[in-house]
């Protein structure tokens, strides 16, 4: 049988119910934008705060009832680690990874956590202070997985870094986390994050539960429109349903005539939001033929351009507003710059449709 945590947090703004599964190494993603109750969530989980009228359960285990029953922190086992480290300063890396552990199994267990985060290199140091911030948050990771908690809660744990830094830690991260077998909750607003991190995935908006499910499915699949603008597609426009057929709808949008492969049961006439991810319309300064996918083409003027690292986050002028995400040598083939028309292709299996 598979072991769940389940809580429903009333607190504050916050007024959500959550069904975790607790099989070793999965992780649970709770994204949403700031003030949407995450941190909130794993606080009560963790015993940091009290439910007000509902319910924290793990395991059949009722840590929390909301009235009477109240199971402290310490008694939960229930690793916690923070954005901003919390290390102590005046102690050595060893002593803060061993901090709270019985004293019989601190040696052994200072020395394998700080292994499995790949961090071994740093058992020798006197003190903390001089780690760079990936170091600091290695250390801070082994000091969560050393009394081997049963649930691992991870609140926002890349934030503070630089972008190199990042990329590198949430790659071992997710090994890590998988190796440890320890179930974790990851609370995070960070699109990339979530997808590299997560199994499962939760929206939280304004301190409620709007889509569960698979991490990829969540943010490829909104549910509504307001799902879809938190999770990060950059195009959602209004559009009207003019025939449904076999798997495959064509719809108006603006001045267009588009198709989209859906399984959503839409009829004729129904009234739909169009969403489209950036990175899922490509650009070409001339119409093309060919591809196995059948495909939108969708003449536009780009509008505006805009340097994001590695790419470049184009603007464009459809009689609708539409936006691409292509690699800065593509946008350099092309010659993109405003002003320029260009062709806006989308697959349709690209194009997810919801109803209004």
């Not at 909301?66 to 300063?89: C, E, I, S």
């Not at 071992?172 to 199994?199: F, Y």
């Amino acid at each position: 049988m598979t072991r769940r945590l389940e809580a429903h947090v009333i607190r504050h703004m916050v007024d959500a119910h959550l069904d975790v599964s607790l099989e070793p190494g999965h992780v649970t993603v709770l994204f949403g934008p700031s003030g949407s109750g995450k941190t909130t969530i794993l606080r009560c989980i963790a015993g940091l705060e009290r439910t007000e009228g509902g319910r924290v359960e793990c395991a059949g285990e009722a840590w929390d009832d909301g009235r009477r029953h109240f199971v402290p922190p310490r008694k939960r086992r229930v690793g916690l680690l923070f954005q901003d480290h919390a290390l102590f300063p005046h102690m050595s890396v060893a002593a803060n990874v061993a901090y709270g552990l019985p004293r019989q199994s601190r040696s052994s267990r200072v020395e394998t956590s700080l292994r499995a985060v790949h961090a071994g290199q740093l058992l020798e140091r006197r003190r903390v202070t001089g780690l760079s911030g990936g170091e600091a948050q290695r250390v801070a990771l082994a000091r969560a997985l050393a009394p081997q908690p049963r649930v691992l809660l991870l609140d926002e744990p890349l934030s503070a870094l630089d972008a190199p830094t990042r990329r590198e830690l949430r790659a071992d991260l997710r090994q890590i986390l998988r190796a440890e077998g320890i179930p974790s909750i990851v609370v995070t607003h960070d699109r990339a994050e979530a997808l590299a991190l997560g199994d499962t995935g939760i929206v939280l908006i304004d301190g409620r539960v709007r889509q569960t499910g698979p991490v990829a499915e969540v943010f490829d699949r909104p549910r509504d429109a307001d799902v879809a603008r938190v999770v990060g597609v950059e195009t959602a426009l209004t559009g009207r349903v003019v025939a449904c057929e076999g798997g495959i709808a064509r719809v108006t949008v603006g001045p267009h005539e588009i198709t989209a492969v859906t399984d959503e049961g839409l009829r004729a006439g129904d009234d739909v939001y169009v969403c489209v991810r950036a990175e899922d319309v490509s650009l070409e300064t001339a119409p093309s033929s060919g591809g196995s996918s059948p495909r939108n083409h969708i003449p536009a003027l780009v509008t505006d351009v805009t340097q994001e690292g590695p790419l470049v986050r184009v603007g464009l002028d459809a009689g609708v507003r539409l936006t691409s995400s292509i690699t800065r040598p593509s946008a350099a083939e092309l010659g993109i710059v405003p002003g320029l028309p260009v062709v806006a292709v989308v697959k349709s299996t690209a194009v997810h449709l919801i109803a209004r």
